[in-house]
């Protein structure tokens, strides 16, 4: 796994408590390739459109998980990549 942006772990522990999160229920390094996928396959300010998305969806319980989002978003990529946008 890629080493993470300096800070960012740091920022996650402080950042996610205060919305009374755990920073070890934060997919770092996961979110930050979705967000790559998305940024290179649509348009860059959709990344973290789709993140809060994500987030929202998860809140919500619309999506089983983190990971089952992921997979269906990377697949709306593929598809959005197809279509020739």
Known sequence: MPELPEHLA???EIAAP???LE???VPIAEL???TGV???GVVRP???VT???LGLALGRGTIDS???GDARLRELVAAWQERGK
Do not use: K
Request: hydrophobic fraction near 65%; glycine fraction near 4%.
């Open 32 to 34: 930050l390739s979705l």
């Open 38 to 40: 998305v940024a290179h």
């Open 46 to 48: 959709a990344a973290p």
């Open 51 to 53: 993140s809060f998305l």
């Open 66 to 68: 983190a990971a089952a």
């Open 10 to 12: 740091e920022w996650v």
């Open 23 to 25: 920073a070890e229920e």
């Open 18 to 20: 205060a919305l009374g």
